[in-house]
């Protein structure tokens, strides 16, 4: 497997282990990870308490954000695990506040075009991984991480952002998509589960095709954990 200039992002809902697996992915392949900023955004605390004043300000920190780092791994020659994508900003998190009538028009329309700008001379990833999970595994892994301002997510909230998630997986073509059952799937408490993983994104990157979790690889492992 080549790996020279090669870059992996990670996707996937709030609370879903895209830290995680950045950094156990990162260990694994030797590959540099670059991190989601979600501690140091100085607006996310206010956005949970009030998302209609804090929305537009909070995305635009996390786009800025996202952009500073495709300029920097697009400029290492070894490869790059990146905690969650451009393309969530907008697809996701900046669409589901415009439905939800948390961000007006005019500031929505200002931030898709400033996505739309940066989105075309950025270089895509060579793989996507999609952590999919449902509600209930999301909400556990919240409470276990326990930041503060995280605890009080609404379960419809959740859920919305899933919906978009699903929306956005199904309609992208930039590059391969492995999407992992993360429900079925605890990387963390169990080898095994991570070596299905980085066997599937090996594969990918080897340029096979249509790989995926087959129902019998994912009750062997469960069963072997």
Partial sequence: MTTTNRFIAIAGNIGVGKSTLTRLLAERLGWKPFYE?????????????????WGFHSQVYFLTRR???????????RPIIQDRTIYEDAEIFARNL????????????SYRELYETMGSFLQPPDLIIY???DIATLLKRIRMRGR??????????LGQLNRLYEDWIDAYQLSPVLIVPAEHLDF?????????????????????????????????????A
């Fill in 148 to 157: 503060d301002y995280e605890q009080g997510i609404e379960v419809a909230y």
């Fill in 37 to 53: 900023a979600v501690d140091d955004n100085p607006y996310l605390s206010d956005f949970y308490q009030d998302k209609a004043a």
């Fill in 67 to 77: 952009l500073q780092h495709h300029r920097r791994l697009m400029s290492f020659t």
């Fill in 131 to 133: 952590l999919q999970a």
């Fill in 188 to 224: 963390v408490a169990h080898s095994s589960h991570l070596d299905l993983i980085v066997k599937k994104v090996e594969d990918l990157l080897d340029g096979k095709l249509h790989v995926t979790f087959l129902p019998e690889e994912l009750s062997r492992v469960t069963r072997a």
């Fill in 98 to 109: 415009y439905q939800q009538g948390l961000m007006n028009e005019r500031d929505y329309r």
